[in-house]
Structures are given as structure tokens and as C-alpha cells.
């Protein structure tokens, strides 16, 4: 069309129509030089400076197959083999560590006769264990007692560990968990930092340990997600992981997600709780699956496969605020738009009257949110309503528009409901320990290592929801979660431990 200007037609009407088309494609360039920016800006924002770490790909690679692998074993009876299975050599614990030596006797006298018992010998098992900041060995000695009058021999049974026949003690096994999954350490260098102390655990080792670890502690993170689905508004939220494809050498995109529920902002009574799946893809059936027959309040974003979950006699959405104002700041970001600052603005204000609604009661909530934020809420809409018309509807400001005013109908229920949020932040930071986890230990190495990662996660984050430190908890359940009673299980939820 510029070429055209070289020979520009002397009729006035073929003139004002060239004129026509000209500003038609002016206008069409503006437009996809403004989307082209919208586009780079959020790239830069999302990549630019961010630094992939050098990891050992084969060192990740195995070490969350592994996992995987050592969580079926657990949860597969061993057949008997028609061959005695040969064990692993191991090498001995290195004699400069501490040591605290348990005796366990079976009693002075003979259970059977009553006879006067004397010691024939004793077996000792030495266990690794973990104490913050350094390693100890618990040594547990075992002497076999003969009975003076029966002959009988008698020794004290061992005491129940989290791994029969293992060498880790509980607090080992815990500081392995939280470091791999709070402190985002990949196993190889957990490795290699207990090298630097003179102890030899293999990757493979740990990785072992995780798996049955995760698969003994399955229970307790299933009781944490049935709490999270007893409350009557919780937080949905998803995140990609790359999962590794077998037999082609690469990954593809899994997701880890999170539901959430937190009644402190509204001075609920029920512990807040952080309840995390890991599946394949992104399909809407996982999430409807996860929360089937719960029929509370959901807030989650615009992703269309939540909306299987809402309807009569289900859930019921809530839109979440802070991604329609995340759509006008990468706008105002961008180009620099006066409509996208004044929307941030004015969304800023309802943060506000949320600052002074923190803490009270859900009746209190709702009179301060109808009184001061409705207003702004509804002024927002029709101003958004008023400035569509006065922009091109192929800008990215217009599409931040419309995405909001679809966004606010599902939004303004929290108006309503002092036990609903004006965003679903809560989730979103809940999935923040995946994200910088990924970048660190990379992928899940299987569908059965991914839900080993997801049973962590829900540990470990609620834990902290809780104010309770994870790795004193774990430790704490994996001393006595192999006796204990399934049907007990709630006994160990973490805030039953904060009250120990």
C-alpha cells in the first residue's frame, strides 16, 4: 500500500478512498505493534535474567525415578523368592560420630518359670540418625538373656522403625524430606553435602528413602486433604512441572495442584491446611475428580477446566481479583495506557478496604465490604463498561477490559460473604515452593515420583501454615506412624503436634 503513494491519482474520490485504506492499515500495524510489546514485555518480565542452573540431567533423572520405584516397592508385598536375595554390602558408620547407646532387656527374670535370667551374648544395631547440625549414631544393643532354670533365651524385640531393616533413623529421614522439598536440595547434593562429614549416602540411597518415606506417610497427607475439602470456601490453583517422557529423551508438561484452605483471615477456628495432586496434563477431570461432592465456595482463575466443578448442588466460583488486575498492569507496563493505570488505581482501593476487613468476623467483613467497597466495585464495572467503546477492540487494553467485566460477575460474591477472599493469592503462594523447587531439582521423574513430590509438599506446607516446624513434626510422625493406628491417624496432623 506505501508503494501506492508514489503515484497518487489526481481524482479526489479514488484519492479520499486510498486515504481510507491507508489509515485502515496504519491502524492494523499500531495494533499488532501494541500486542507485539504487550507480548515482549511479559516475556522480559518472565525470562529475562533468570539463569538455568548447570545440573547433572542423569543425576536428576535417576534420582526421582528412584523415588518412584521405592514408593511401589512399599506399597507391593515382596513374593517369596525362590532365592535367598543377596544384601547390600554396607560400609560401617564411621567411628568418630557420637554415639548414644539404648539398652533394651527383656527383664531380670524369665518370663516363662520366673527363673533369675544371665546374658549369653547381645546384638547390636546401629541406627543413622540426624540430629540438626550434626550426625549421632543411635546404638541399640539387644542382649539375648538365658533363663537359669528353663533355659529359655530371651532377647526385647526391635523397636518399630520407618524402614524395616533400613539404616535411617526419623530425624534423618525428615531432614532428607525438607531439604530436598522445603529447602529445594536435590538429593545428589544432599549427597554430597553428608560427604563433606565423612558419611557415605548415596543418591540412589536417599532416593530410596524418599519413596517409602512418602508411601508410609500417605495417610496423613490424604487426612490433610479430606480437612481442606471440610471447609466451606477453599483456594484451587495449578502449576506445570515437567514430567519425564520414557523412551524419548525429554519431558512433557505435568501439573502439580494445589487446594488451600486458610479461615484465619476471617478468624475461623479450623487449622488452615494445604492439599497437593500431581497429574499427567492439564485435563478438567482432575480437578473435578479431586473435589468431587464438595459443593463450598472455589476460588480459582478463568481456566475453563475448573468449570466442571460449578453448578447446582456443587461448587459455586470465586473470581479472583488480583489476575484481573495483573492483566491491566502488564498493559499499563507495556504501552504505558491511562485506561490500565486508572483501573489499577481504582482496584487498589478495594485492597485497601480489605487491609481494614482482615481479622474481623465474617458478619463484620460483610458490613465494611458493603458499605465502602460496593460502591467502588460497582463504579468500576460501569466505568469499564464506559471506556471499551473508545478503544479498538483488538488492543490488548481492550482484551484486559473484557476479561475483567467477565472476571467481576464471578467476583463480587465476596461482597456478600465475609468468609470469601477478593483473591485467590492464597493458593498462589501456596504453589510458590513448587515453582522455585522445579528450578532446582527440574522434573518429577515418573507419574508415581510426581505423587511422592505432591505428598511432601502437603506436609511440609501445611506444616508451616501452621507455624510448626516440618522437619521437628516429621521426625515426631515418623518415630511412631508405622504403629500407629490408621484409623487414628488425625492424632498426628500437625496441629495436633503444636499442642503437644
Known amino acids: 500500500m506505501l508503494n501506492d503513494l508514489k503515484s497518487l491519482p489526481d481524482d479526489p474520490s479514488e484519492l479520499k478512498g486510498l486515504v481510507t485504506l491507508l489509515a485502515t492499515e496504519l491502524k492494523n500495524r499500531d495494533l499488532k505493534i501494541a500486542d507485539l510489546k504487550h507480548q515482549l514485555a511479559g516475556h522480559n518480565r518472565h525470562r529475562f535474567g533468570s539463569k538455568s542452573e548447570s545440573l547433572d540431567q542423569l543425576q536428576l533423572s ?37 554415639r548414644n547407646e539404648q539398652v533394651l532387656t527383656p527383664g531380670d527374670n524369665c518370663a516363662e518359670c520366673g527363673g533369675e535370667l544371665k546374658t549369653l551374648g547381645e546384638d547390636i544395631t546401629e541406627e543413622l540418625e540426624y540430629v540438626p547440625g550434626r550426625f549421632v549414631v543411635n546404638k541399640i544393643i539387644r542382649p539375648r538373656m ?14 518399630s522403625r520407618p524402614i524395616e531393616r533400613g539404616r535411617p533413623g526419623p530425624g534423618l529421614l525428615a531432614h532428607v524430606l525438607v531439604s530436598k522439598f522445603a529447602d529445594h536440595l536435590p538429593l545428589y547434593r544432599q549427597s554430597q553435602i553428608y560427604q ?27 487426612a490433610i486433604g479430606k480437612h481442606v475439602r471440610q471447609g466451606q470456601a477453599l483456594f484451587a490453583d495449578d502449576t506445570p512441572v515437567k514430567l519425564l517422557a520414557p523412551g524419548t529423551k525429554r519431558t512433557k508438561t505435568a501439573r502439580v495442584w494445589a487446594y488451600v484452605r486458610d479461615e484465619r483471615p476471617w478468624n475461623g477456628q479450623a487449622p488452615p491446611g494445604a492439599w497437593y495432586q500431581f497429574t499427567i496434563d492439564r485435563k478438567g477431570e482432575h480437578p473435578v475428580r479431586h473435589l468431587s461432592n464438595y459443593n463450598g465456595w472455589v476460588h480459582a482463575d478463568g481456566y ?61 467483613r460483610v458490613v465494611i465490604r458493603q458499605k465502602k467497597a460496593k460502591p467502588i466495585f460497582d463504579d468500576l464495572e ?119
Open 62 to 98: 535417576l534420582e526421582n525415578e528412584e523415588i518412584a520405584v521405592a514408593a511401589v516397592e512399599t506399597d507391593t508385598p515382596e513374593p517369596e523368592a525362590s532365592e535367598p536375595k543377596k544384601k547390600p554390602k554396607r560400609k560401617p558408620l564411621p567411628e568418630h560420630l557420637e
Open 146 to 159: 538365658a533363663c537359669s532354670c528353663c533355659e529359655a533365651v530371651l532377647q526385647a524385640p526391635l523397636p
Open 196 to 222: 563433606r562429614d565423612g558419611i557415605d549416602l548415596d543418591r540412589s540411597t536417599l532416593a530410596d528413602w524418599v519413596g517409602k518415606s512418602t508411601a508410609l506417610l500417605e495417610p496423613l497427607a490424604d
Open 304 to 364: 475453563a477446566g475448573f468449570n466442571g466443578l460449578f453448578g447446582e448442588d456443587r461448587a459455586s466460583e470465586v473470581a479472583c481479583m488480583a489476575h484481573t488486575r495483573r492483566k491491566f498492569v502488564d498493559v499499563q507496563q507495556s504501552q504505558g495506557a491511562a485506561i490500565a493505570e486508572e483501573a489499577v488505581l481504582r482496584i487498589a482501593k478495594l485492597y485497601g478496604i480489605e487491609k481494614e476487613a482482615r481479622g474481623r468476623s465474617p458478619e463484620e
Open 382 to 500: 460501569t466505568w469499564l463498561h464506559a471506556q471499551l467503546p473508545k478503544i479498538s477492540g483488538k488492543s490488548p487494553l481492550a482484551k484486559a477490559i473484557r476479561y475483567a467485566l467477565a472476571r467481576m460477575r464471578k467476583t463480587r460474591p465476596y461482597l456478600e460473604n465475609g468468609f470469601l477472599e477478593l483473591e485467590n493469592n492464597t493458593c498462589e503462594r501456596a504453589l510458590k515452593p513448587v515453582a522455585i523447587g522445579r528450578k532446582n531439582w527440574m522434573f518429577a521423574g515418573s507419574e508415581r515420583g510426581g505423587k511422592a513430590m505432591a505428598i511432601a509438599f502437603t506436609l511440609i506446607e501445611t506444616a508451616k501454615l501452621n507455624g510448626v516446624d516440618p522437619q521437628a513434626w516429621l521426625t515426631w510422625v515418623l518415630a511412631q506412624i508405622a504403629d500407629h493406628k490408621i484409623t487414628r491417624i488425625d492424632e498426628l496432623l500437625p496441629w495436633r503436634y503444636a499442642q503437644v
